[in-house]
């Protein structure tokens, strides 16, 4: 059995879920900038002269890995929750589209306003 109330609550959970969107473009958005920046300190390891393979090395732990650890884990912080929120949606609207496919072929006769 499906009522119309419950349609239009379904329907609000999915739309309020697919909010989610948003919530991934802000985080692609920092993510991109995050990267150019990684990027120019890359570029700036190779216009530095170090001085030896020690400083180098240096260089990489002290400053490019933890800028890559704090990238990666800003992505996952950013996309886990959000993605979640749009496989529940996913899984609201396919549920939903059979229940109404139900009402629409006539199998589903319990449907009450």
């Not at 393979?53 to 950013?78: C, F, M, W």
């Not at 979640?84 to 109404?100: F, G, N, S, V, Y």
């Amino acid at each position: 059995m499906i009522t119309f109330p419950q349609v239009l609550d379904n329907l609000e959970r999915v739309a309020d879920q697919l909010k989610s969107t948003e919530e991934l473009e802000a985080t692609i958005s920092a993510l991109r900038e995050d990267l150019k920046g990684f990027i120019a300190l890359l570029e700036y390891s190779h216009q530095k002269d170090f001085q030896d393979v020690k400083q180098a090395l240096s260089y990489t732990d002290n400053v490019l890995i933890p800028q890559l650890h704090g990238i990666r884990d800003s992505l996952e912080a950013g996309v886990t929750e959000p993605i979640k929120r749009l496989r529940l949606a996913t899984d609201q609207a396919d549920r939903l589209a059979i229940q109404i496919r139900m009402v629409i072929n006539g199998d589903g006769e319990d449907f009450f306003i």
